[in-house]
């Protein structure tokens, strides 16, 4: 079993934001509020959204902290709208970290029919150590046939199977 290292962000964090900002709407609202401070009436007006859709964006966007409000200091019914850009740039690196690209891996799976048939050839090759007779090995595609579906065989009864085929269980098979 191969172990994963883990992630060097909080994944908890990252995905509540980026669950914020799964709603196109919410994406379009903080794109105009990129353009400055705006008023729930500007946004209502520039985005063509009702008023009420806007607050509820605007709550939204808040409580996840990537945008700020802030009460007029003489009409307080008036609440002005920006970025957080401290938010925006701990989420920009927090997601330029998870998909970061140099974390990309070349990996082989060790599971499946490709490697399974592997496991048979590696049996047959004369480099490869002997199996004791009572191995199991999981049931592959053999000379085009199916032998099982997914069970498993003795290795005495591969090569049985094999010697049905025609194919010497003792010579070697090109990889």
């Avoid at 709603?23 to 946004?43: A, D, F």
């Avoid at 409580?63 to 850009?85: C, H, K, M």
């Avoid at 579906?149 to 098979?173: C, D, H, M, N, T």
Wanted: one cysteine or more; aromatic letters at 6%; proline letters at 7%.
């Amino acid at each position: 079993m191969t172990t994963v290292s883990p992630p060097t962000v909080d994944l908890q964090a990252l995905s509540d934001r980026l669950k914020v900002l799964a709603e196109p709407k919410r994406l379009l609202i903080l794109h105009t509020l990129m353009q400055g401070v705006q008023c729930n009436c500007e946004l209502s007006d520039a985005l063509g959204l009702a008023p009420n859709l806007i607050s509820h964006h605007m709550n939204v966007l808040c409580q996840s902290g990537l945008v700020t409000a802030e009460r007029d200091p003489f009409d307080a019914r008036w609440i002005y709208y920006s970025v957080n850009s401290a938010a925006v740039e701990a989420l920009t690196a927090d997601f330029r970290g998870f998909f970061d690209v140099t974390h990309i891996q070349l990996r082989q799976s060790c599971c499946g029919p490709v490697n399974n048939l592997k496991q048979l050839v590696d049996l047959f090759d004369p480099a490869c150590p002997p199996l004791p007779p009572d191995a199991q090995l999981p049931l592959v595609l053999v000379n085009a046939e199916v032998l099982s579906s997914g069970g498993k065989i003795s290795v005495p009864a591969i090569r049985k199977r094999l010697e049905a085929f025609g194919l010497k269980s003792e010579s070697s098979v090109a990889r």
